[in-house]
């Protein structure tokens, strides 16, 4: 498996917007808003490939000098379950270890909360509702 870190300006971000769409909006009924692909632009977008296919990916938004927060970690259906999601976050960590990051913050959907738990990561604070699923707060000191 291969691993890109690139910019909303790579010509592979628009496969990357079509995996965090039809695994994680579509099944909810929703769209990207202009305001979410406005901020996209501002953000390292990391994808995990196996013979040049994007299999799966995630955003990392930077929020200061020492935190920065995973999102949208997305894995195509026929890819789950096969420890691609786990080597990604590593791959995510490590880059964010490298870059100067100390700690990565999350806000994980109830079902992945175990996911995150076996690599390391807290719950912190009282679950919410975010784009209508329940989710948690977690973090991981790196």
Known sequence: MDFWVFTASAPVFEQLLSLRYQVMRQPL???FSPQELSMDTMN?????????ELI????????????IKMRQLAVYPQHQKKTYGKQ????????????????IILH????????????GYLKEGEPFTEIQILHIKMFKNI
């Open 44 to 52: 390292a977008h990391i994808g995990a490939f196996i013979n040049n």
């Open 56 to 67: 799966a990916c995630c955003v990392m938004h930077h929020l200061d000098s020492k935190t």
């Open 88 to 103: 990604l976050v590593c791959y995510a960590e490590k880059w964010a270890k490298y870059a100067g990051y100390q700690k």
């Open 108 to 119: 994980a959907r109830d079902y992945a909360i175990p996911f995150y738990e076996k690599l």
């Open 29 to 31: 009924g929703l769209e």
